[in-house]
C-alpha cells in the first residue's frame, strides 16, 4: 500500500468531508515549498494555515528544537519552571502592549482563547460582581472548542453544537457603511452592566474570509468598553508576529487590550504552543490566599520546553532587522498589487493589510464557506504548484516573510491567469 492509501484507511483529517479529494502526501518541506511523494514541489502560498513566517525547516529554529531535545524535553509545569518558558516569557513581554504583563501557556489558538474567556469570567467572579454577557463580531471564528465556538459566528462550523454553547452578543460586521448602527448596538448591550468582556480579531476576520476593517471603528468600541470596565480580548492567534505589518495588529488601534491570545505564527510554524497574556488588574484579581480564587487550567503540555526553545528562536529571526524588512518588502507588494486588481469585474472586493491579500470572487450563490468555486479554485492552483486554500469563493495569499518579489510574482500571475479564465467563459 502506498502512503496515501495507508493514510485513507487510518486517519480523519480536519475540515475535510469524509469522501472528498485524497490528502497529498508531503515529505518533506524547505523554504516556501512543499516536496510531495508524487514528486510534485508546491509553492505554500498559505503558510501551512497560517502558522509558518521563517519557511519551511529554517535551520536556527531546528537546531533550538535539536539542542533543547538533548537537554529537557517535557516536565510539568504547574509547581515548576525551565529557562525556555522563563527566557520566551521575557521575550514576549519586551514586544507586547505596555500593559501586558503576565504570560500564561497553553497548546494552540483556540485554547489560547479558551484561557482568554475563563479568565475574563473569573476575573469578575473573584471581584464578586460576576456578569453574563460577551460581546462578539458577526463573522468572527475564534477557535473550535466549546468556549471559543460560543464567540465564533453561528452557521455551518457550529451548528451541530449549537443547543450546548453559551450565548454571546453579536454586533454586526462594520463594513463601514453600518458603522453607526454596529457602535449603537454595542453601547447599548455595555450600558446593560452585565458585559464580562469584548472578543475581537483586531482589523480582519481570518476563517470570517479575510475581510478587513476600520481602526477607528474598533477604537470606538474599544473606548466604550474601556469606560463601562468591559474587558477587552484581542485575539490576535491569526494576526500576531507581524501579519499586518505591526508586530501585533492591537498596534493599529491606539488603544492596549486587557488580554491577548497568541499562537500559529508563535513558534514559527513549527511546534504547537499558545499563549494567553494579561495585565496587571486581571492578574491581581487571581492574586490571593484564597483557593477559590485559583485559575484551575492547565494542560499536560503546557509550556513545553521544545515548543518554547523555537518559540524563543523565532522570536529571535522575527526582531531581526532582514525579517523586519522582508514584512515591509511584501507588504508594499501585496499593496500594489490588490491595486491592480480593484475595480476587477469579478470582483466583489479585494482586501490587503501588511502582508494579508484576499480577493472574493462574485458568485451567483454568494459568498460563504461552502461556495461551491472553493473546488475549482483549489484545484486551480495546485496544478500550477501553487497551495492556496480558499475559503469558498474568497482566494487569499498568505506567504511566509522568506517570499522573495520573484516568487510573489509568481502567485500574482498564477492569479492574474485564474481571472482571465474566468471572465473568458
Not at 473573584?126 to 463573522?139: S, Y
Not at 475581537?200 to 481602526?215: D, K
Request: with cysteine; glycine share 8%; hydrophobic share 40%.
Amino acid at each position: 500500500m502506498s502512503l496515501r492509501d495507508d493514510d485513507l484507511k487510518n486517519i480523519w483529517h480536519p475540515f475535510s468531508p469524509i469522501g472528498g479529494e485524497p490528502p497529498i502526501v508531503v515529505t518533506s518541506a524547505q523554504g516556501i515549498y512543499l516536496h510531495c511523494e508524487d514528486g510534485r514541489k508546491l509553492i505554500d502560498g498559505i503558510s501551512s494555515w497560517w502558522v509558518n513566517i521563517h519557511g519551511h525547516s529554517h535551520p536556527a529554529i531546528a537546531e533550538a528544537i535539536y539542542k533543547q531535545a538533548k537537554v529537557l524535553e517535557h516536565v510539568i509545569f504547574a509547581g515548576f519552571t525551565h529557562p525556555p518558558a522563563i527566557q520566551l516569557s521575557k521575550n514576549l513581554l519586551s514586544i507586547l502592549p505596555s500593559n501586558q504583563s503576565k504570560i500564561f501557556f497553553s497548546d494552540n489558538g483556540s485554547t489560547a482563547v479558551e484561557v482568554a474567556l475563563k479568565m475574563a469570567i473569573q476575573y469578575w467572579h473573584n471581584k464578586g460582581t460576576p456578569k453574563r454577557r460577551v460581546i462578539a463580531i458577526e463573522g468572527s471564528y475564534h477557535g473550535d472548542t466549546f468556549g471559543s465556538m460560543s464567540v465564533g459566528d453561528r452557521g455551518m462550523f457550529t451548528e451541530p453544537f449549537s443547543k450546548h454553547l453559551f450565548d454571546a452578543e453579536f454586533i454586526p460586521w462594520p463594513d463601514g457603511t453600518n458603522d453607526d448602527q454596529a457602535i449603537k448596538k454595542f453601547r447599548g448591550i455595555v450600558e446593560t452592566g452585565d458585559v464580562f468582556a469584548f472578543i475581537y480579531e483586531p482589523l480582519v476576520q481570518g476563517a470570517g474570509g479575510m475581510r478587513t476593517y476600520s481602526p477607528k471603528l474598533l477604537s470606538s468600541l474599544m473606548e466604550i468598553a474601556r469606560k463601562a470596565g468591559v474587558l477587552c480580548i484581542a485575539d490576535e492567534v491569526f494576526t500576531g508576529f507581524g501579519r499586518t505589518g505591526p508586530i501585533f495588529s492591537s498596534e493599529h488601534i491606539g488603544i492596549m487590550p486587557d488580554l491577548m491570545a497568541l499562537s500559529k505564527g508563535l513558534t514559527g510554524g513549527t511546534m504547537a504552543l499558545g499563549v494567553t497574556t494579561c495585565s496587571q488588574q486581571i492578574f491581581d484579581a487571581f492574586n490571593s490566599n484564597e483557593l477559590s480564587k485559583t485559575f484551575f487550567h492547565g494542560h499536560s503540555f503546557t509550556a513545553n520546553p521544545i515548543a518554547c526553545a523555537s518559540a524563543n528562536a523565532s522570536f529571535d529571526l522575527l526582531m531581526a532587522k532582514e525579517c523586519r524588512e522582508r514584512i515591509k518588502t511584501i507588504a508594499a507588494a501585496q499593496t500594489r498589487y490588490a491595486a491592480t486588481l480593484r475595480g476587477h469585474p469579478l470582483l466583489a472586493a479585494v482586501n490587503s493589510l501588511g502582508t494579508i491579500l484576499s480577493l472574493e470572487v462574485k458568485t451567483e450563490s454568494g459568498t460563504s464557506y461552502g461556495n461551491n468555486l472553493k473546488h475549482e479554485i483549489y484545484r486551480f492552483f495546485l496544478d500550477r504548484g501553487i497551495l492556496l486554500r480558499p475559503l469558498g469563493n474568497v482566494i487569499y495569499f498568505l506567504p511566509s516573510y522568506v517570499f522573495t518579489e520573484k516568487e510573489l510574482g509568481v502567485v500574482y500571475a498564477a492569479i492574474d491567469e485564474f481571472l482571465d479564465q474566468l471572465e473568458s467563459r
